[in-house]
């Protein structure tokens, strides 16, 4: 079944080129729609960080140039395109954008944690298949290497 809409979760991380990379593989084979979205969690860590100086609007900003970026990496591909910045839970504002543009497909990068990591927390990819009702890619491969192996 080709996918007509795909949301990919973009933060710029190696993980969230990842997704990029394969995302936008995905869309161009599929002729999809693509909405990036950054999601501005604003977990204990990151409120001590602002505590000890990091301002909040300095995060939206790069949060903002990073989906844009991604967004020009589509348009240059000849593909179409959506940028979207949100403040909260990552789990929750994937669900709820993927809901709002009726995605048939949401795309994410894995980060590798520790295993102390994995034991105390739920992983964001399983909550995602709790609550999606659309398929779930989770970008694994390294698409850069594997395309330098290979000439491109």
Do not use: N
């Not at 900003?61 to 020009?72: I, L, N, S």
């Not at 179409?80 to 995605?103: F, M, N, R, W």
């Not at 102390?116 to 698409?143: I, N, Q, Y």
């Amino acid at each position: 079944m080709p996918y007509k809409t795909i949301l990919l979760a973009y933060d710029g991380t190696a993980e969230g080129r990842r997704a990029l990379l394969e995302g936008a593989e995905l869309a161009k084979r599929c002729h999809a729609v693509t909405h990036l979205l950054a999601v501005i969690s604003d977990s204990a860590g990151e409120s001590l960080a602002r505590g000890a100086g990091a301002e909040p609007g300095q995060r939206t900003v790069f949060y903002r140039t990073t989906v844009e970026a991604g967004v020009k990496f589509f348009k240059d591909m000849g593909l179409d395109a959506t940028s979207h910045v949100e403040h909260g839970d990552p789990v929750e504002e994937i669900v709820k954008l993927a809901e709002e543009v009726q995605a048939d497909l949401v795309v994410v990068g894995h980060r590798e944690r520790g295993a102390l990591a994995r034991w105390w927390s739920t992983p964001t990819s399983m909550s995602l298949l709790d609550k999606l009702s659309c398929s779930l890619l989770v970008g694994m491969r390294d698409m850069e290497t594997e395309d330098a192996k290979r000439g491109k």
